[in-house]
């Protein structure tokens, strides 16, 4: 009797602390998830703004283009020095520190009084994201111990980016008819000063890479060459090949990527180690990435010019058609989720990226020879699915390869590469559709060029399959 009264008291604390413990990793996804999801939706929720923006603010057309693109520069340029920054100085840090710029900017947008204000507020809100979107998933990989579990969780986290993507527009005619185009930024302030507030406080700190040195010169030449890069990207369908400013941008991308590679070499501690290149399947998820993004977003481009070229859908109806797109994408990621660990990751990707490739060519054929609705509904509910089958195995994968103090960078370097892939999908979608006669041959040029990108993705995360057990066989060699 007297042994049991005294073991029984530590017991209590013990279970009452259990359910904390089993909370605690859930509660950190969901909150650097709201985060994340506020990164995406701030790159589609403004696009429905612009028409009140050009009323209120007097922007041209060349204005209004900025102020969507000096988001997604400043964020494509600055997001793998964000990630090395997240291994330095700690996820956590990173993390909030971004997450206070991009709330603060958020309200210097929804405040400007001219579009230079904006604009200049929009690239500040780029580099906020670009902190805490690769420190959001460097956290994600320190609270997950278990593969499993950790595989899973990032199923949720990019299940939630996709969301963002495709509320964004919803979410943006609801905000600005009701309340003005100010809300779509100001929205960010109160949640984001939650997301922080729950963030201090429930997210744990991570480990920080404090003996490698600050590889300045490799950030400076990756920052040039992304930057350079995607203002090429962006400016090429306006301006054509044979602008000066395309030619110089993208001269100025190959010389500054010529300077990273060289700078890298020679570094002590070089902000992307160089032994990584080394690693067939890192390097093979990295190119699947961009594959992909090239395909997904030329395609999506030029759907939405062709449904209101050739079928006169307004915005609204535009969106609700790519609705079947946008929702197989989330649940795409759920079912990712559920079902991982029951099916290895290349299997996945290999599966959802032939069944993508597949289903663009059929998309097109249905949408020109004007078959039942349904039957384009299937096809981007396989497109939409057979990318979201992919995405959450190629980020975990990409972060298996890699030490788990440097989870950062990789998350930042795959993450540049998607980002400089979407905007080359989205200029050369473009390109087609300015050099193409007509609107339907640019969604036949597209459609091509989407169906060759995620088929050889598709080949990649095969390869991948392969990869380790050569590379194994030439290390024991």
């Not at 929804?110 to 507020?121: E, Y």
């Not at 593969?147 to 509320?167: F, K, T």
Request: hydrophobic share 55%; net charge positive; charged share 10%.
């Amino acid at each position: 009797m007297t042994t049991e009264c005294i073991a029984k008291p530590p017991l209590r604390p013990q279970l009452a602390a259990e359910p904390r413990r089993t909370n605690r990793p859930r509660l950190t996804l969901a909150l650097v998830a709201s985060g994340m999801f506020m990164a995406v939706l701030d790159t589609t929720i403004v696009n429905v703004a612009l028409p009140a923006m050009h009323a209120t603010l007097g922007a041209s057309v060349g204005g209004l283009a900025w102020i969507v693109d000096a988001y997604t520069l400043s964020f494509a340029a600055l997001i793998l020095a964000g990630g090395v920054a997240s291994d330095r100085f700690g996820a956590k840090a990173v993390y909030l520190w971004g997450l206070a710029l991009f709330v603060a900017a958020s309200a210097a947008c929804g405040l400007a009084p001219n579009v230079g204000w904006l604009v200049a507020a929009r690239f500040v809100q780029g580099s906020g994201a670009a902190l805490f979107l690769p420190a959001s998933l460097a956290i994600v990989r320190s609270t997950f111990d278990d593969p499993a579990e950790r595989g899973r969780a990032i199923a949720v986290w990019a299940g939630i980016a996709s969301v963002a993507a495709s509320v964004g527009p919803v979410l943006g005619g609801i905000l600005v008819e009701g309340f003005g185009w100010r809300s779509a930024f100001l929205i960010n302030v109160p949640t984001g000063f939650v997301a922080f507030a729950g963030a201090w406080i429930v997210v744990r700190h991570s480990t920080r890479s404090v003996g490698r040195r600050f590889d300045w010169g490799g950030q400076l030449a990756s920052i040039v060459a992304l930057g350079a890069l995607c203002y090429a990207a962006i400016e090429l369908p306006s301006r054509g090949i044979a602008s000066a400013e395309v030619r110089g941008a993208a001269l100025l991308a190959v010389l500054a990527t010529l300077t990273l590679v060289a700078v890298e070499r020679r570094a002590h501690d070089p902000m992307v180690p160089v032994a990584w290149f080394s690693n067939r399947v890192f390097v093979a998820m990295n190119v699947m990435g961009t594959l992909v993004y090239v395909g997904y977003f030329g395609l999506l481009f030029v759907l939405s010019l062709y449904l209101h070229g050739e079928f006169g859908f307004n915005a609204r109806q535009i969106g609700l058609t790519l609705l079947p797109l946008a929702g197989s994408l989330s649940l795409g990621n759920v079912l990712s989720g559920k079902l991982h660990g029951r099916f290895s990751a290349t299997q996945f990707m290999t599966t959802g990226l032939g069944l993508a490739a597949v289903a663009v060519p059929a998309m097109a054929v249905s949408l020109e020879w004007r078959a039942p609705w349904f039957v384009t509904y299937a096809a981007m509910a396989g497109f939409g699915g057979g990318t979201a089958l992919s995405v959450a195995p190629m980020i975990a994968t990409v972060l298996e390869q890699v030490p788990g103090e440097l989870a950062g960078v990789a998350s930042g370097l795959l993450n540049a590469l998607r980002q400089a892939g979407g905007l080359l999908g989205v200029a050369m979608a473009g390109a087609a559709t300015i050099l193409a006669p007509h609107v339907s041959t640019a969604l036949w040029w597209v459609a091509a060029l989407a169906c060759v990108t995620y088929a050889g993705a598709a080949g990649l995360a095969a390869f991948a399959a392969f990869a380790p057990l050569r590379s194994e066989g030439r290390r024991a060699a």
